[in-house]
């Protein structure tokens, strides 16, 4: 099992970044493929981007390429989603998702492919 816990969040204005970080306990964090999703008020939990066991591969949900940026480090349990250009319509409570992945260049974007989730982090974009 991995606990994950997000951070990073936070007010920006239209254009900014912010980084956002995901720790993962366990010594097996190098096995799990990532995901972050997001929730934006009265809406459904979206997926933004995943990357594999290894960092190698990544992808994005339309809205956010070109903008988001997903990448882990297995040495410090940690995965980030680097966000620039930030937008009023990013404003959400963003959640990362952990899945064991057997091939070391799985990714998933569907949420029900997950098993463990953080508790959230909110992010903000004022116009």
């Known amino acids: 099992q991995v606990q994950l816990v997000e951070s990073g969040g936070g007010l920006v204005q239209a254009g900014g970044s912010l980084r956002l970080s995901c720790a993962a306990s366990?010594?097996?964090?190098?096995?799990?493929?990532m995901g972050w999703f997001r929730q934006a008020p009265g809406k459904e939990r979206e997926f933004v981007a995943t990357?594999?066991?290894?960092?190698?591969?990544?992808y994005y949900t339309n809205s956010v390429k070109g903008r988001f940026t997903i990448s882990r480090d297995n040495a410090k349990n940690t995965v980030y989603l680097q966000m620039n250009s930030l937008k009023p319509e990013d404003t959400a409570v963003y959640y990362c998702?952990?899945?064991?992945?057997?091939?070391?260049?799985?990714?998933?974007?569907?949420?029900?492919?997950?098993?463990?989730w953080g508790q959230g982090t909110r992010v903000t974009v004022s116009s």
């Open positions: 998702a952990a899945v064991p992945a057997i091939y070391s260049d799985s990714y998933y974007y569907s949420g029900d492919a997950y098993l463990y």
């Open positions: 990357t594999s066991r290894s960092g190698t591969n990544t």
């Open positions: 366990g010594r097996t964090f190098s096995s799990y493929a």
